[in-house]
């Protein structure tokens, strides 16, 4: 029934929005298209509007079942107050991929991890950053998200608060946001009686960072991050978290970082078990 819902829902989207005709793309966003603020001070308001409409109708998809779209969705939200046509399309673009896609639904249970078979109550996530992502700003995008039993229930892209002076800080930075959210899970499930498998796994594919949140020597060097960032270290020493490596390419994270060419996004989209219920 849910999954009934969700389509129709999209569908919904689409024909209100004059896309019900559309013909489909395979991405959300184009990897290869730079994305800017407008050049004008004003827009047209009726675009305003339907821009406004548009990102809030495909935010509340994401929010429930389409993880796929979150990091699109928040890139094109940042330019909602003064869209550009240049931005239009990209939303349009979006809701092309929706149109390939309306059938798409999260499936609960992948098989393994690590070779190992998923048990109900593992918790376990994966983080990752884009460094300096952000052309305008040169801020980087912080993006994770959590499995329970094999499917995914938690996900976020966020752009980070600070300018990152490396790869390392702004993966760094990525974990700190990521174990803020596995803490979260670690008291949701003692409130609702839930046994969860200890530490909680994070997957991140950055070895600098891990070295780091691993080793105080390194603080030297990084002294210039904020504070709050390095309490990572305490909940490691405690046995909450425990944070591993995984390669690029095995990262489930990495959608929500940046716009991925096709196969690197159906890859993902793979690893988020998001999968057509027409295939079944």
Known sequence: MLEDMQSHYLKQVLERFDMANCKPVTTPIDSQVCIVSNPDERCDMSLRETYQSAIGSLMYAMTCTRPDLCFAVGLMSRYCANPSQAHWTVVKRMLRYVQGTKDHRLCLGAPQVDGVPVAPSLVFGYCDADWAGDIESRKS??????????????????????????????????????????LWFEELTALVGLDVHKPIRVYNDNQSALQLAHNPVHHSRTKHIAIRYHFIRDHIERGAID??????????????????????????MRMLALTSSQAE
Not at 151 to 172: D, H, K, N
């Open 141 to 182: 995008t912080s993006g994770y998200v959590y499995f329970i039993g094999g499917g995914p229930v938690s996900w976020r892209s966020t752009r980070q608060e600070c300018v990152a002076l490396s790869t390392t800080e702004a993966e760094y930075i990525a974990i700190s946001t990521a174990v803020q959210e596995a």
């Open 243 to 268: 944070l591993k490596y995984c390669a690029t390419q095995d990262n489930a994270a990495d959608v929500f970082t940046k716009a991925l060419p096709k196969v690197k996004h159906v890859a993902c």
